[in-house]
């Protein structure tokens, strides 16, 4: 077996061009206390030798990490991890954070931490003191958890807060989940349905309080009644499939349904399945999420998708930008828009209307 090649270092860098470290640091870092000649000289080795910067090399400055930390829900992210049901929260979160962080020469990790634990602080302040983040991306629930948005603004570390607009520190971003929920009620009442039900997601997450609203507040415009029409589900598939069996118990049952989640679409689907009810002939079904499996459901499923990665890829912006220009004080909104497939048609009788 070969020896392995031996990692060219700052070192290398700095020997070959004949400068000190301090020097390949600065060129590293690009700071502008560099002559252009001696950028070229140090430039001129690193192309030669084939070096790749290494986050100890950049840290070398002493004033930035050239890192970006991203929180994760623990609990949840194995859940979805181990039942492998094509959830990819995570993969948009790192398609728009990694791409966004390479543009500027940053690394991106990810954490995961319980949120209720009561060892929450201890977890954070150890990723804190070994990482040394120049800022941090929160997601629900964490965006909302006091105790880690407290810790992070007496560090005086910039943070960002996804699916939040609670006052008080950090930069709070969210998906448009009011205007969404009311994009697809509309799109539905367009068809003619008018018994519209909604399956909320967990009330940990203030997102899900603005989807029900935004849901309520079309069907108030159209003049529409939601009495008993919203079941309550946890974005999980089995809390779906209760909440889908309640709706579509009720003596005048709903034409249609929007859930929070894919997972919870999927069950709708399996329960409208069971009861013989023909999708979207009988039952016309929206979600949340807009996930690769959608795809591939029978019918594929109309969903609203929500625009994590590009989410993200701003929080990483303004995180990275946070030394040179003010963060802004009022949440930043970023557009959702509807997938249209075969889940949804018109509600049966809509052409008498």
């Known amino acids: 077996m070969g020896r392995r090649r031996q990692a060219v270092t700052i070192r290398h860098v700095a020997d070959d061009a004949g400068v000190s470290l301090q020097t390949v640091s600065r060129v590293i870092n690009k700071q502008p206390n560099v002559r252009p000649e001696m950028k070229e000289k140090v430039q001129a080795s690193i192309d030669k030798l084939g070096y790749v910067p290494s986050i100890a090399a950049q840290q070398m400055s002493g004033s930035r990490s050239y890192l970006i930390l991203a929180l994760n829900d623990r609990e949840r992210t194995i859940e979805d991890w181990r039942s492998r049901q094509g959830t990819d929260w995570v993969d948009q979160m790192l398609l728009g954070g990694m791409l966004t962080c390479g543009e500027h020469g940053y690394r991106m990790m990810v954490e995961l931490v319980d949120t209720r634990s009561d060892h929450v602080e201890r977890e954070l302040s150890g990723a804190i003191a070994a990482l040394q983040p120049d800022g941090v991306i929160l997601t629900p629930p964490h965006s909302e958890n006091s105790l880690i948005t407290g810790l992070l603004a007496q560090h005086n570390i910039p943070f960002a807060r996804i699916g939040s607009r ?4 950090g930069i709070c971003l969210t998906m448009d989940d009011e205007r969404s929920a009311r994009l697809a009620t509309d799109k539905l009442i367009e068809l003619g349905h008018r018994r519209i039900g909604f399956i909320a997601g967990s009330s940990e997450y203030s997102l899900s309080g603005w989807r029900v609203a935004g849901w309520q507040a079309a ?24 909440a889908a069996h309640k709706l579509l118990s009720l003596p005048n049952q709903p034409s249609a349904i929007i859930a929070s989640s894919d997972q919870m679409a ?11 009810l023909s999708v979207p002939e009988d039952l016309s079904v929206i979600s949340f999420d807009n996930t690769p499996i959608v795809r591939f459901t029978n019918p594929p499923l109309t969903a609203v998708d929500q625009p994590i990665a590009q989410t993200i890829s701003r929080a990483v912006e303004l995180l990275i930008n ?20 075969g889940s949804i048609g018109p509600a049966r009788g809509a052409n008498d209307l």
Do not use: H, W
């Not at 008993?228 to 598939?237: A, I, P, T």
């Not at 069950?267 to 069971?274: G, I, M, S």
């Open 322 to 341: 946070a030394a040179k220009v003010p963060l802004p004080n009022k949440p930043i909104n970023i557009e959702g828009k509807l997938e249209m497939r």
């Open 219 to 242: 069907m108030a415009n159209a003049g529409l009644q939601t009495e008993g029409l919203c079941g309550q589900g946890d974005f999980g598939y089995e809390s779906g499939e209760a």
């Open 266 to 276: 999927l069950a709708t689907l399996e329960v409208a399945r069971e009861m013989n």
């Open 166 to 169: 609670d006052p008080g520190p």
